[in-house]
């Protein structure tokens, strides 16, 4: 992934970068961030290696159960490795949480330190830049999120719990934001069964999930793209199954096929209607046109989709059975559970005012739920 900054980021961006942030030391062995703590700097990895580790929670039985296998009452287990070109401390700057790993060196190395304050108000300030730096930040969660499902959702039987996208997206996007989706999508009716989006194809469409729940299958990329779609073709042909296995379970209020935004690589996920559906359809070549002509909506969109990674990403570690509870965007609360972390108090604006938008775009459409 190291390419994926320069790729994406302007000459422009990569000199602010340089001139306001600091190039800093991490020695071997030294802990750069600590699991649950809160973070005020985000980094750019330029040289070197970092382990990414998460200490099991004592309540957790699953995690018991890890650490009476490995005969270890304080088990921590590496989850990811970050080399050049990988970014660290972005939870705490996309959705205000403490950080659900720890990182330390593994071998000498250099980082590029800049202060989240000064970082913010870039982003607030130049919204071309802000656009490009969402849409890199978002790839790299991407490819971040779907190492970790290789690693430990089939091995484990895990499954990812559902966020709810709406208050979310709805929240971070203006009223002319939510005015162009009105005008370019359609409401659709989908029968049970349906394929919406099929790993290995070309994604055409994004949905918004208004009615009905939807299973999502994960396939890991074969060496051979022609022979991975044969195999795809002759899996349908035969019983109309999802490929891969089935890693989530989605319903009302949750966008499906936005990471097609991202970049022009092939799914790996295979979304397939578990009853009749109803959706909001929006094109996603028209999409991705008016996010490149306008940067103000690109920022706010690609931020959403680094935001929902990221909360997806700390639900798949908590899964894990590693890490105390802390909430997560667009988690449901439970009455029963103490959180490690507060719900800061923008986050929850953003996800009444997103609620609120989420209605009257219904009955703009003449729904109601």
């Known amino acids: 992934m190291t390419e994926v900054l320069i790729k994406e980021l302007s000459t422009s961006d990569i000199n602010w970068m340089t001139a306001n942030g600091r190039q800093q030391q991490v020695n071997r062995g030294t802990v750069l961030i600590r699991q649950q703590s809160n973070i005020d700097t985000f980094y750019i990895v330029l040289e070197g290696t970092l382990s990414a580790t998460i200490k099991r929670n004592q309540e957790s039985a699953l995690a018991s159960a890890f650490a009476a296998l490995e005969d270890d009452s304080d088990l ?6 970050f080399s050049s070109g990988e970014v660290l ?13 720890a990182v330390k060196a593994i071998e000498n190395s250099v980082v590029l330190a800049l202060p989240q304050k000064k970082l913010l108000e870039k982003l607030g300030r130049d919204l071309e830049f802000a656009c490009r730096f969402y849409h890199a930040i978002a790839i790299l969660l991407l490819d971040r999120f779907e190492r970790l499902i290789k690693k430990f959702t089939r091995r484990q039987n895990l499954k990812i719990p559902p966020l709810q996208d709406v208050p979310l997206l709805f929240g971070e996007l203006n009223d002319s934001d939510i005015d162009w989706m009105i005008q370019h999508s359609i409401v659709e009716e989908i029968a049970t069964n349906t394929i919406l989006i099929q790993a290995g194809r070309l994604v055409e469409n994004v949905y918004l999930l208004l009615r009905g729940s939807v299973s999502v299958s994960f396939t890991e990329n074969s060496n051979s793209s022609f022979a991975r779609l044969f195999s795809i073709l002759e899996n349908n042909s035969e019983n109309n199954s999802s490929p891969g296995y089935e890693i989530a379970q989605i319903t009302r209020g949750e966008i499906i096929g936005e990471m097609a935004i991202l970049d022009i690589r092939l799914p790996n996920y295979t979304f397939k209607a578990l009853e009749n559906l109803q ?15 306008n940067p103000a909506m690109g920022s706010r969109f690609y931020r959403i989709v680094a935001m ?3 909360a997806r990403l700390q639900g798949l570690i908590n899964r894990l059975g590693y890490g105390r509870n802390a909430y997560r965007v667009g988690q449901r609360l439970a009455q029963n559970s103490e959180y490690s972390d507060e719900i800061d108090l923008d986050v929850m604006d953003n996800i009444t005012l997103g609620g ?4 009257w775009m219904l009955k703009r459409l003449k729904l109601s739920y």
Not at 76 to 81: D, K, L, S, T
Not at 279 to 293: A, C, E, H, N, Y
Not at 356 to 359: E, K, L, P, S, T
């Open 76 to 81: 921590e287990q590496e989850i990811a490795r």
């Open 89 to 101: 401390g972005e939870m705490s700057f996309l959705n205000s949480s403490a950080s659900a790993i």
């Open 279 to 293: 959706v909001l359809r929006i094109k996603r070549q028209q999409l991705f046109i008016k996010l490149q002509q």
């Open 308 to 310: 929902l990674l990221s």
């Open 356 to 359: 609120a938008r989420f209605n």
